[in-house]
T-cell receptor, first 114, second 117 residues
Framework: GAGVSQSPSNKVTEKGKDVELRCDPISGHTALYWYRQSLGQGLEFLIYFQGNSAPDKSGLPSDRFSAERTGGSVSTLTIQRTQQEDSAVYLC????????????FGPGTRLTVT | AQKVTQAQTEISVVEKEDVTLDCVYETRDTTYYLFWYKQPPSGELVFLIRRNSFDEQNEISGRYSWNFQKSTSSFNFTITASQVVDSAVYFCALSEAVNNAGNMLTFGGGTRLMVKP
């Protein structure tokens, strides 16, 4: 079946602009995760959704970051007033939930802030 | 707090050699999960294996094998008869019991494996 998809695959934006990243999880997966991968910080967790709910948003790096999930499926990660330190690969993953905790990752969105 | 350490940042071997990637973890939970992921040059993280904390059986899948030892908090990954296609960055990860962060993964820093022909 189809895996996790993310769009766009690459995004170049000017400092100060807003960007929206999209994630389509595997069909039927109730849990969805966002991570960020950068050279300096490695792979870091950002936020988790169970269904449409994100119980804890403290992993988001700043209040310029927000995320939502609708219909228990698609999720968007929005970064407002982008800064150069936001440049990274943003990865989305989903898992079936219940006892099936392994996460399957999408190809990522490479964000470059100039 | 949970932590994963992969002390080997880069390993270079010649094809057909065996290679072991080390992973040491820290957690206060008694129930947790350990994972290995492969990130080839294309960039996508590929799930390889999951182990539960209560199951210390080693596992073999083809040329891949995993050695889980709770006594040393280690979860090492061995590739036998390495091939050029095994060249990638390998990440070990830990997930504690479900909480407000779900089963969030804490990753090690990764080990870059280069297999030369």
């Amino acid at each position: 079946g189809a895996g996790v998809s993310q769009s766009p695959s690459n995004k170049v934006t000017e400092k100060g602009k807003d960007v929206e990243l999209r994630c389509d999880p595997i069909s039927g997966h109730t849990a969805l995760y966002w991570y960020r991968q950068s050279l300096g910080q490695g792979l870091e967790f950002l936020i988790y959704f169970q269904g449409n709910s994100a119980p804890d948003k403290s992993g988001l790096p700043s209040d310029r970051f927000s995320a939502e999930r609708t219909g228990g499926s698609v999720s968007t990660l929005t970064i407002q007033r982008t800064q150069q330190e936001d440049s990274a690969v943003y990865l989305c993953a989903s898992s079936l939930g219940g006892g099936r905790v392994e996460q399957y990752f999408g190809p990522g969105t490479r964000l470059t802030v100039t | 707090a949970q932590k994963v350490t992969q002390a080997q940042t880069e390993i270079s071997v010649v094809e057909k050699e065996d290679v072991t990637l080390d992973c040491v973890y820290e957690t206060r939970d008694t129930t947790y999960y350990l994972f290995w992921y492969k990130q080839p040059p294309s960039g996508e993280l590929v799930f390889l294996i999951r182990r539960n904390s209560f199951d210390e059986q080693n596992e073999i899948s083809g040329r891949y094998s995993w050695n889980f030892q709770k006594s040393t908090s280690s979860f090492n990954f061995t590739i036998t008869a390495s091939q050029v296609v095994d060249s990638a960055v390998y990440f070990c990860a830990l997930s504690e019991a479900v909480n407000n962060a779900g089963n969030m993964l804490t990753f090690g820093g990764g080990t870059r494996l280069m297999v030369k022909p």
